[in-house]
């Protein structure tokens, strides 16, 4: 069965990096576009960024443009987020997902992952 599992989160300063990993397996990784969405209390899903399946077409939400970065690795079965020059409002909850979009999120989710967590906080 498809499998997403999350790692990588945790409590970082304002400014600080963190590189979320997520390694994906009971499917064939190389052919599908990958996703991050993170999920802040209180608040609805937000989209992230997308990859696609060779990993040289990526896209952004303007909210982490320039500070983020989406990679993968299909050798590893592996999905990256690296996140640079944190905020207190990328506090979330955050999901790598399969899916069939390399932007957006609703409707275009067939699984996901449990979630990792990254807290923004001096």
């Known amino acids: 069965q498809v499998q997403l599992v999350e790692s990588g989160g945790g409590l970082v300063q304002p400014g600080g990096s963190l590189r979320l990993s997520c390694a994906a397996s009971?499917?064939?990784?190389?052919?599908?576009?990958m996703t991050w969405v993170r999920q802040a209390p209180g608040k609805g899903p937000e989209w992230v960024s997308g990859?696609?399946?060779?990993?040289?077409?990526?896209k952004y939400a303007d909210s982490v443009k320039g500070r983020f970065t989406i990679s993968r690795d299909n050798a590893k079965n592996t999905l990256y987020l690296q996140m640079n020059s944190l905020k207190p409002e990328d506090t979330a909850l955050y999901y790598c997902?399969?899916?069939?979009?390399?932007?957006?999120?609703?409707?275009?989710?067939?699984?996901w992952g449990q979630g990792t967590q990254v807290t923004v906080s001096s």
């Open positions: 990859i696609n399946t060779g990993g040289g077409t990526t």
């Open positions: 997902a399969r899916t069939f979009s390399l932007t957006g999120w609703s409707g275009k989710i067939d699984h």
């Open positions: 009971g499917f064939t990784f190389s052919t599908y576009y």
